[in-house]
C-alpha cells in the first residue's frame, strides 16, 4: 500500500518568499565576495572572476528553481485523527503524528511572512524526529488551523506522551 500526499498545497504566495529568501541569501554571500575582492591585493584576479560567474549562474538557478519546486512539494492535511506533511525540497518527509501525541500548536511569522501575510504552523508532538512545520500558510489558513489543532488535540484522550 502506497501513501498518498497530504491534500493541501501552502499558498502559492510562498513561491515569492522563498524566492526573496534565497535571492537575499545570495546577495549575502555576494557582498563577502565583493568583501574578499577588495582586500585581496593579489595580482591575478581569475579565481575572483570564476568565483563570481559560478555564484552567479548557482544563486539564479537556486532563485528560480529552489521556490518552485519546493511550493510543489510542500503540502499538509489536518483530519480528526491525524496532522500529515510533506517537505522538502532536495530530501522530501513525509511525517504523520496522531492528534493524541500533540504537545504544542504555535504559530510564526518572520518579517518576510508578515510583508507576504504568510506564517508557518509548528506541531510539538512527544517523538524523537522532532516537531511537524508547515511553512508558507496564508494568515488565516494558518489561524485556522492552529486553532483546530489545538481543539482536537485538547479534546483526544492520552496525555501527548
Known amino acids: 500500500m502506497q501513501l498518498r500526499e497530504p491534500a493541501n498545497l501552502v499558498s502559492p504566495r510562498a513561491v515569492r518568499m522563498w524566492t526573496v529568501e534565497a535571492v537575499l541569501g545570495a546577495l549575502f554571500l555576494g557582498a563577502a ?16 572572476v570564476v568565483l563570481a560567474v559560478a555564484w552567479l549562474v548557482l544563486s539564479t538557478a537556486y532563485a528560480i528553481g529552489m521556490p518552485r519546486w519546493r511550493y510543489r512539494v510542500h503540502r499538509w492535511e489536518a483530519t480528526r485523527h491525524a496532522i500529515y506533511t510533506q517537505t522538502g525540497w532536495l530530501n522530501q518527509e513525509r511525517r504523520i503524528a496522531p492528534l493524541s501525541r500533540v504537545q504544542t500548536v504555535d504559530l510564526e511569522r518572520g518579517p518576510l511572512a508578515q510583508l507576504f501575510g504568510l506564517a508557518t504552523v509548528t506541531v510539538t508532538t512527544a517523538s524523537a524526529a522532532g516537531p511537524l512545520e508547515i511553512a508558507g500558510l496564508d494568515l488565516e489558513v494558518a489561524r485556522g488551523l492552529v486553532d483546530t489543532l489545538t481543539t482536537a488535540a485538547v479534546a483526544e484522550k492520552g496525555d501527548a506522551t
Do not use: F, I, K
Not at 565583493?34 to 581569475?46: C, E, F, P, Q
Open 33 to 48: 565576495q565583493v568583501g574578499w575582492w577588495l582586500l585581496d591585493h593579489a595580482a591575478d584576479r581569475t579565481l575572483h
